[in-house]
């Protein structure tokens, strides 16, 4: 069974640097056939997608986002990252960790999400 | 690409049957449209896949359908735990990913 695990601060305040990582259990994140994304949804509204990265390096970010989002995969952990810098309020959310399948196109499993709030 | 979910809210009652629309700015392909269902305090949880395909354990009362800007989520008898949220999303497109807005379905 895969399970993925999200972790990292709940409150950070604004214009720092928000960090999570995802912990993988039950595959191995080099397994190739996969992308290793983070979704994340405000309180009470729909998700939005953040972005996604390849256990090469490789990402492809929201354009919304990207000039303050970084990813990075760490194969010998089992773990991929989230960095997103100068936060404020609206990037308050549950932050979930999730797989999609290269050639599927479809996220399953997904963690459990972690609220983040953005406050001072 | 944007894809448009309607109704926004859904009131129905058990026993009943559900009609949930997704709708896409542009056309695209149905081998990447896929159902999500979420309940409070909870993950999404994959429901249907390449627009028509039962994702493993989903009950044969959630059947999906559609094609190039038109997809459609269907439960036949709805069942008290089917009250939740539900989503479409894309892949493959510009954003990669896209999810709709959501439809609440919530008890009559």
């Known amino acids: 069974q895969v399970l993925l695990q999200e972790s990292g601060p709940g409150l950070v305040k604004p214009s720092q640097t928000l960090s999570l990582t995802c912990t993988v259990s039950g595959a191995s994140i080099t397994g190739g056939t996969y992308f290793w994304s983070w979704i994340r949804q405000h309180p009470g509204k729909g998700l939005e997608w953040i972005g996604y990265i390849y256990y090469t390096g490789s990402t492809f970010y929201n354009s919304s986002l990207m000039d303050r989002l970084s990813m990075s995969v760490d194969t010998s952990k089992n773990q991929f990252s989230l960095t997103l810098n100068s936060v404020t309020a609206a990037d308050t959310a549950v932050y979930y960790c999730?797989?999609?399948?290269?050639?599927?196109?479809?996220?399953?499993?997904w963690g459990q999400g972690t609220l983040v709030t953005v406050s001072s | 690409l944007v894809l448009t979910q309607s109704p926004a809210t859904l009131s129905l009652s058990p026993g009943e049957r559900a009609t949930l629309s997704c709708g896409a700015s542009?056309?695209?392909?149905?081998?990447?449209l896929a159902w999500y269902q979420q309940k409070p305090g909870l993950a999404p949880r994959l429901l249907i896949y390449d627009a028509s395909n039962r994702a493993t354990d989903i009950p044969d009362r959630f059947s999906g359908s559609g094609s190039g800007t038109d997809f459609t989520l269907t439960i036949s008898r709805l069942e008290p735990e089917d009250f939740a949220v539900y989503y479409c999303?894309?892949?493959?497109?510009?954003?990669?990913?896209?999810f709709g807005q959501g439809t609440r379905l919530e008890i009559k």
């Open positions: 542009q056309s695209v392909s149905s081998r990447f």
């Open positions: 999730a797989r999609i399948g290269l050639t599927t196109g479809y996220f399953g499993p």
């Open positions: 999303q894309h892949y493959g497109g510009s954003p990669r990913v896209t």
